[in-house]
């Protein structure tokens, strides 16, 4: 038998109910329904990831308990997920990518997590977009459901121009609300290049001659 997880847990995310995003909604996601999606998320999670700068992290999915997050935690990210699902269905693919990015600056900001963890809590950020939009399926064989990405059945889902709106907001809001992102130091100023107040830079007076 073959279920949509996407389906099963719409209407507990009210995917387009478009609520305000409050502590009170946070609740109306059930334990079961958090850890549910920690398993679907652990079950994607790769066993290594690689970084923009080159560096490898690896994923022991052995020791699944030293990845694992405190279930309130993992409720944040899967509301920030919805979001950015919402942001998806409504093609605000630059929204979306910011409400990840603000996301995974609020995790690092706690300065707590491990790099594993963190790939995880990026995996759970991305399997909830995923299920909310079709991408993932549950396939129970043998009495055990394995979650299988099937990009290519997602079903058919729209936006309207209120609700694409709405979006934009909350995610303005929730980026706003997020660590700001890191700002590399500023390169030394060269002679005769403008600097960033648009005067020249002047080149270094020469040290005085000593005396004679």
Not at 7 to 15: M, R, Y
Not at 74 to 84: K, M, N, Q, T, Y
Not at 95 to 112: P, V, Y
Not at 178 to 197: D, E, L, R, Y
Request: aromatic share 4%.
């Amino acid at each position: 038998m073959n279920m949509r997880a996407g389906l099963v847990f719409a209407g507990a995310l009210g995917l387009f109910g478009l609520a305000p995003l409050a502590p009170a909604n946070a609740q109306e996601l059930s334990e079961k329904a958090v850890k549910s999606f920690m398993d679907y998320a652990w079950s994607l999670t790769p066993q290594q990831f690689s970084k923009p700068d080159g560096s490898v992290i690896l994923v022991d999915k052995k020791k699944r308990e030293e990845v694992m997050v405190p279930v309130e935690v993992a409720r944040e990210v899967i509301l920030a997920g919805r979001l950015s699902a919402h942001a998806q269905v409504c093609d605000l693919a630059d929204d979306q990518r910011n409400n990840h990015r603000a996301m995974m600056r609020r995790e690092e900001a706690r300065t707590k997590w491990t790099p594993q963890q963190l790939v995880y809590l990026s995996q759970l950020h991305l399997t909830t977009v995923m299920l909310l939009t079709g991408k993932i399926k549950l396939v129970e064989k043998d009495g055990d459901k394995e979650v299988v990405v099937d990009e290519a059945k997602a079903p058919a889902q729209t936006c309207t121009d209120e609700q694409r709106v709405k979006v934009k907001e909350r995610i303005s809001t929730y980026v706003a609300a997020s660590p700001p992102p890191k700002q590399a130091a500023a390169p030394p100023a060269v002679a005769g290049a403008p600097t960033a107040t648009g005067s020249t830079a002047k080149p270094a007076a020469p040290a005085p001659k000593p005396a004679p």
